[in-house]
């Protein structure tokens, strides 16, 4: 522990999107915000709500006077590809040298972010891969089959690049950014791909992935079967595009 609690120069801010979390907000906060508190002083914890429609704004503005280096911002429903994107940019806006990106649903342990930290130096984007996965057969299948479909699009190996459980150096995260169009659903897969496809070093960390905590799942397979058709659209365009 001695590692993690030295004092530091890199400022770290975790982007955390929020879409009708009521029920899982208020843990959520309270697992994370620590993360930040033994970063620094200087880390805050954003947590961006998509335009719930639920009291989850309620229940961010009770926690904000309880958490000193939390902020939230709320903004239209866009959903989470747009909402990622728009943590990032606040957060390299807001100087952060290094960006870590989590999902509000509980399901990621904020004990597995040490491993990433303390090898921070070693590249520009540091991903969770969900190994043991508790999020039912539905999620394990489309990760699969999503991951066969950027081997065939892009001809590269991706290992699970849509996890929610990512740590990313400011400085090249802005450069990647410049290539993802701003309202793109899936904007942590072709970042993943990006880096991977341009020779930026990327690495693999195993990590916990439990049922989420609380609350519905707003993605059905009805919602699956559409993000797929969008997504082979686009894929085909960019693979395309950017070989």
């Not at 620094?40 to 719930?52: A, Q």
Request: positive net charge.
């Amino acid at each position: 522990m001695s590692e993690i609690t030295e004092q530091n120069q890199d400022r770290l801010i975790i982007v955390i999107p929020a879409y009708n979390e009521e029920e899982n907000i208020e843990n959520v906060v309270a697992q994370w915000h620590p993360i930040v508190e033994i970063t620094g002083e200087d880390s805050r914890l954003f947590v961006i709500n998509d335009g719930s429609t639920d009291r989850t704004q309620e229940e961010l503005d009770h926690l904000q006077g309880k958490y000193p280096q939390l902020r939230t911002v709320k903004k239209e429903n866009q959903g989470h590809g747009a909402t990622i994107l728009y943590g990032y940019r606040c957060a390299i806006a807001e100087g952060a040298d290094y960006i870590f990106q989590t999902d509000s649903d509980g399901q990621t342990l904020p004990e597995e972010f040490w491993k990433l930290w303390k090898d921070r130096k070693k590249c520009g984007l540091l991903i969770g891969s969900r190994k043991k996965r508790q999020d039912g057969w539905q999620r394990i299948f489309v990760t699969r089959v999503l991951r066969l479909v950027i081997l065939v699009t892009f001809h590269c190996w991706v290992e699970d690049a849509n996890t929610p459980f990512r740590l990313m150096r400011a400085a090249e995260l802005e450069e990647v950014l410049k290539e993802i169009p701003p309202q793109y659903f899936l904007a942590n897969v072709l970042m993943t791909v990006r880096y991977t496809k341009e020779g930026r070093r990327v690495m693999y960390y195993p990590i916990t992935f439990r049922p989420r905590q609380g609350g519905v799942n707003s993605i059905n397979m009805i919602k699956i079967v559409k993000i797929g058709k969008t997504t082979l659209k686009d894929f085909r365009k960019w693979g395309g595009a950017k070989q």
